[in-house]
């Protein structure tokens, strides 16, 4: 038997949040990354990769593994973050390979955002 595609990939990313209409709605402004309802616990998202929820079924819990984005344009993605209502947590540095910035969501999560060099 051989191993599929997604076999040892990230396949799906869940996050419980304390407002499932605030948690969707940042991500799709800050990111425009696509929703869909399945009733008033959870959301799917889509961001044209990768795909994962929004539960309220559970305690958030801030913390836990690095979600790491990329983008094009680090500046305009930063500026987006903040207008839909993200706080930076750790300013724009430089790394081997790029650059890249850390943000929290309004639930407390910590994401960073990166882009090459």
Avoid at 19 to 24: F, K, T, V, Y
Avoid at 48 to 61: K, V
């Amino acid at each position: 038997m051989s191993a599929s595609q997604n076999d040892r990939r990230i396949d799906y990313i869940e996050f419980n949040v304390a407002d499932l209409a605030r948690a969707r709605d940042f991500y799709a402004a800050a990111f425009g990354w696509t929703m869909t309802d399945y009733g008033p616990e959870y959301c799917a998202f889509a961001d044209g990769r990768l795909e994962g929820g929004f539960t309220t079924q559970g305690a958030s819990r801030p913390g836990g593994p690095l979600v790491i984005l990329y983008a094009d344009d680090l500046a305009a993605t930063q500026a987006r973050i903040e207008a839909a209502g993200g706080r930076i947590v750790k300013p724009a540095y430089d790394f081997p390979g790029g650059r890249r910035f850390h943000f929290a969501d309004p639930d407390g999560y910590e994401l960073a955002v990166w882009t090459k060099a």
